[in-house]
């Protein structure tokens, strides 16, 4: 497992209040960013985000090398310190973006998953390649 820690500063206080579902796609979007910029720095070439697939979406394309892969993001501020995002991605997660990949031309079989936790003194990330 790869660890690594990043600062960020949270919205300041002047700012209207964001309804749950703005908040949780905010979140999502910066989980993604970061989770780009980390794979990046690992040696990946980040070919996509947001990828429709049907009518299901996978976060990041990914290329290794001549690998490509399929990269699921999990992004949390904990509410209790045990809070793991990695923990988010259940089996049913796993088999979807799983198929959602295989459905791609060319198939990817690759899925990789990218932990984001948002903490107030930084941003811890997990990532776990060939996840499922």
Known sequence: HDVSRRQH???GA???????AEH???LGAF???VAARFLTARGG??????????????DLLVRFG????AVE???IIPSVASDEPLDHFTPAKARQVSQ???????AVYRVDVVGVTVRRRGVDIRWLPNAC
């Open 9 to 11: 500063r949270g919205a």
């Open 14 to 20: 002047d700012q209207p209040a964001l309804t749950p």
């Open 24 to 26: 949780r796609r905010r």
């Open 31 to 33: 989980g993604e960013r």
């Open 45 to 58: 070439v980040v070919l996509a985000g947001n990828v429709v697939v049907g009518r299901g979406e996978i």
């Open 66 to 69: 001549s690998t490509v892969a």
């Open 73 to 75: 993001v999990k992004t």
């Open 100 to 106: 959602l990949a295989a459905a791609l031309t060319p």
